[in-house]
Nanobody, 115 residues
């Protein structure tokens, strides 16, 4: 089974920071790219950041320079450090893994940034 367990969302003021966590099994963690997506009300889900099993990283232009994705190999956990948060970052954030061309998703965690 592909299970992704998320935590770390919350309510912050603009300019604040949050760190999201996504834990999974070691086999999934080691063998696949993992990423963070977000979905705001009425909008499509969009890629925020992705990290491959080899450590290659890409970010959405909207978060580049503010967000950092990383992997903890001891805990089989992917993090998304979010700094300088803006109201437009408000969304449900989903951990993602794509395996054999199938997307698997975490349960989602709400991030709300007040102005």
């Amino acid at each position: 089974q592909v299970q992704l367990v998320e935590s770390g969302g919350g309510l912050v003021q603009a300019g604040g920071s949050l760190r999201l966590s996504c834990g999974t099994s070691r086999s999934i963690f080691i063998s696949n790219a993992m990423g963070w997506y977000r979905q705001a009300p009425g909008k499509q889900r969009e890629l925020v950041a992705q990290i491959t099993s080899a450590g290659s990283i890409n970010y959405a232009d909207s978060v580049k320079g503010r967000f950092t994705i990383s992997r903890d190999y001891a805990k089989n956990t992917v993090y998304l450090q979010m700094n300088s948060l803006k109201p437009e970052d408000t969304a449900v954030y989903y951990c993602n893994v794509n395996r054999a061309s199938v997307n698997y998703w975490g349960q989602g965690t709400q991030v709300t940034v007040s102005s």
